[in-house]
Structure formats: C-alpha cells, structure tokens
C-alpha cells in the first residue's frame, strides 16, 4: 500500500482517477492548481487507487495525502 | 572615484546589505514568534 | 459661394487635421500593436491597453496633455510626478503577496539581491551608449521587472524616459517565457536543474505578522530613499496578514488598485507624444531592456550556484530558483517551475521560487533607493 502525496500547496482542480482504477508508476492522477498555473501530480509507483481523499476545489497543503494506492 | 562608480558599488553594497540584515531579522523574529506563540498555547502541537 | 467656401474653412481649422505630422501616425501605428498585444497575445493586458489608448489620445493634436489643464496632464502631474501612484500599487502588491516562503527560506533574499546585479550591468550598457547617469539608472532598473518601480525612478531621475521604459518594462515581463528559459539552462547542468528542494515548513501567523515590520524598519533604515515605496509595500502586507482589517486589505488589492492602474496606465502612454518617442533612444533603451532581463536572471542563477558550493548536500538550492529573482511575480517563478519540471516532471519549485520572487519585489525598490540617494 502505498499513498500518493500532494507535493506542493494548491487546489484541486482535476481528478483524473477513480476508485478500484489501475495505475502505472507516472500515471497522472491529479491536476492540482497553484499561481494560476497547472500542476499535474504523479503516482510514486503503480497499484490500484483504493481511496481518494480530496475532491475538486478543495485546497490542499504540501504533503496532504492525496490518494491512497493498494 | 567618478559618480558612476559611486553609484554602482553604493548600489550594489545597499541591496546586499538590506537583505543580509533582513535574513538576519526574518531568523530571529521567526524565533520570537514561534517561542510566543508556543508560550500562548503550550498544549498545542 | 465664397460664404460657403469661408464656411467650409472655418469648419477645417477647428478641425485637427492641420496640425498632424507623420510622426503622430506611426504612434497610432505602435498604439494599435500594443493594443493588438494586449487583446490578442494577452500580454500585460491590465497595463498595457490602457497605456496604448494613452499614447492614442496623445497623438491626437488636441490639448489633453495640456500643462495645467489638459486631463492627462493632470492625472500624469498628480499620479506619476508626485510619486502617488507608483506606492499606492506597492501598497497594493503588499496586500496581495504572501512571504511565506521567504520567511520559510530566508536564504531566498540573497538570491532577489543578485538579480539586482542585472540592473547594474545595464546600467553600464546605457551609459557606454551615451545615455547620462540618471537616464541609465532609470533603464536599468528595468531588469528589476517593476513596473511601479521604474515609474517611479524615471519620475525623479528622467521624466522623459517614462513613457518607453514602462513599455519597455511592462512588455519584457510579458516576454519573461522567452527570455529566460535559454539563459537559465546555458548556466546550469542537467544535474543542477534536477536538484529537489526539501519542503518548505509551515510559516505561523506570527511570523507572518512581524515580517512586514521588521522589513520596513531594516529596509528604511539603511535605504530611506526606498521609504514610499517599502513602506506602502509593508503596509499593505501587514493589512493582510493582521487578519483584522479584510476590508482594508481588499480594497488595497481590488478597487485601489484597479483604479489607479487606470490612472496610471492611460497617463503614462500620455508622456508618449511622437516627438518624444520617435528616437534613436528608443530603439536602445528597447534592447537595453533586453539584456537588462537577461543578465538580471544569470545574476540569480549564479549566486543561487554559488549559495551552493556553501551548503550541506539535502539543503541545496535549485538554480533555477535563482531566475525568480527578477521580481515579475509571479511570471518568472512559473518559469523556473516550468524549467525545472521539464528536466524532471516531479519536481515542483513554483512555491520555492515565490521566495526569490517576492524577495525581488524588495530588492528592486532598494536599488531605486540607492540610485535616488547618489542621483536625485
């Protein structure tokens, strides 16, 4: 098990996963924006998202976990 | 030593010394405040 | 017939044809690209439109810009030749900035110190061109990317030079995406540009609070020529970071400002009548720009290499961050972010950058400062 990590304070604008999807190391799983600028976060490793834990628009701190992988 | 040189090296001497003294002043403040703020709220964190 | 004919000239001389030259044309020409820039590329809309329609109604032979009557005249008078405007959006800039990351990284100030050394280096540039001391201060300052800034300092230092170092100013910050990205990796190595910074820790509402104090007292005590504009700025901030007056501060970012951006901007292009544009000077003070913003951004990305040489491997500084330097907030920290994420996709310094962006804000106020003190 694994989590994903926000690595940088923004919000969240996209999430391009869902639960119980597969993801390969590098896969883009969220677009966070910061200073009007896109973001996209990148899963550490590859597993299945098993629970994500923000939502669109919600603002988000460096090192809030973001999603959790199996 | 001509105005040119004056303004230069005064110049550059003041921008650097304006951020070596604030480097200094942010590091001590930022002391200061986490100190009091832990003094406010001791069972915080 | 001769009435009608008497009429029809009488009609002719209220009318302004007469007293157009092919100088005031090609102003219109350089109104209508900046215009088209502004709309079309979005390049520094928010200034450059209404600096545009300024240089518009200048070249239109009428009396606006007028001394003592004409409406431009009085809004550039007030605004720009007292130095209202210019610390009133310091104020303003002030209530919108977040020194978190300075006061996480206080290192940071160094690096929006050294790019004030590009300011410097043009400084000489202009003045090997010709240009006199205090017109060369003013085009130097360009390479600090404020706008504000550099209006203010060509009011006191060279009025005349207002108009085009603005322009120039405000339309290179557009350009900061080109400019810099190939002046950032001729100076640093793959190696370098891969450097993960380590997280910024948490900046509590203390010490938010104190920051903008102790910077007014530090920065006004060794520079008091830089009081209007640090002032104002640090003001503004602790507005923000008070927490106590949301109004205040929300006026400072949103009605104040946009106001005065109006005021500034069509005033501005007012100081652009053909006669005074229409130089060789021009052409010069443009590519001084140029390399003003170049060099501004190599001064950040060496020093930030050399801060390196001094600290413990895990508390490196990414290079690139020196880039931000160049105080176009937050322009140029998007830039070092995108750098840096294109030498590795998973390095995120935007929020690292924010530190030498803002500290850049500081930084050029203070070299305006000490170009007054020698030079006013």
């Not at chain 3, 029809?8 to 690209?33: E, H, R």
């Amino acid at each position: 098990m694994a989590v994903i990590e926000s690595p940088m304070a923004g919000k969240v604008i996209e999430i391009l996963v869902e639960v119980g999807q597969s993801v390969q190391e590098d896969d883009e799983v969220i677009i966070l924006e910061a200073m009007k600028m896109e973001n996209p976060v990148y899963a550490p490793e590859g597993g299945v998202v098993q629970e994500i834990k923000v939502e669109v628009g919600q603002k988000v701190e460096e090192g809030e976990v973001l999603i959790v992988l199996e | 030593m001509s105005l040119e040189m004056t303004v230069f090296v005064s110049g550059i001497t003041g921008v650097f010394l304006v951020m070596i003294f604030l480097q200094i002043m942010v590091n001590l403040s930022s002391k200061l405040a986490i100190r009091l703020e832990k003094r406010e709220s001791p069972d915080d964190k | 017939m001769d009435v009608f004919m008497d009429i029809i000239m009488n009609l002719w001389s209220t009318m302004a044809f007469d007293n157009l030259y092919w100088g005031n044309v090609v102003m219109w020409g350089i109104a209508f690209l900046l215009i088209y820039l502004a709309i079309k590329k979005d390049y520094e809309p928010l200034l450059l439109l209404p600096i545009a329609f300024g240089i518009l109604l200048v070249n239109l032979p009428s009396d606006i810009m007028k001394e003592g009557s004409g409406l431009l005249w009085i809004l550039y008078h007030y605004g720009e030749e007292w130095a209202i405007i210019p610390p009133l959006i310091f104020l303003g800039i002030g209530a919108m900035t977040d020194f978190g990351p300075v006061i996480a990284n206080p290192k940071t100030l160094l690096l929006g110190a050294a790019a004030q050394g590009g300011v410097y280096i043009t400084f000489f540039g202009a003045l090997a061109l010709g240009f006199t001391a205090a017109e060369a201060a003013t085009i130097g300052i360009i390479g600090g990317a404020d706008g504000p800034t550099t209006i203010f300092l060509s009011a006191k230092l060279a009025p005349h030079l207002m108009g085009v170092c603005a322009v120039a100013a405000y339309s290179y910050m557009a350009m900061v995406p080109i400019i810099q990205p190939p002046v950032m990796k001729a100076l640093t190595t793959e190696k370098e540009r891969k450097i993960r910074m380590k997280s910024l820790r948490k900046v509590s509402k203390l010490e938010k609070i104190f920051f903008p104090i102790i910077t007014a007292i530090v920065v006004i005590l060794i520079v008091p020529d830089a009081a209007a504009l640090i002032g104002m700025f640090c003001f503004g901030n602790l507005m923000r970071e008070s927490g106590v007056v949301e109004r205040l501060s929300n006026a400072a970012q949103n009605e104040l400002m946009n106001i005065i951006t109006i005021f500034l901007g069509v005033s501005v292009g007012a100081t652009m009548p053909a006669e005074v544009f229409l130089t060789p000077q021009v052409i010069y003070i443009f590519v001084l720009g140029c390399v003003a913003f170049a060099t501004a951004t190599a001064c950040g990305v060496l020093l930030a290499k050399f801060m390196n040489l001094f600290l413990k491997e895990g508390e490196k500084i990414n290079p690139l961050i020196g880039a931000a330097g160049v105080s176009a907030v937050p322009m140029a920290a998007r830039v070092a972010h995108k750098v840096g994420s294109e030498a590795d996709r998973k390095n995120y310094l935007l929020m690292h950058a924010m530190g030498p962006n803002v500290a850049g804000v500081i930084g050029t106020a203070v070299a305006a400062g000490m170009f007054l003190s020698v030079l006013k």
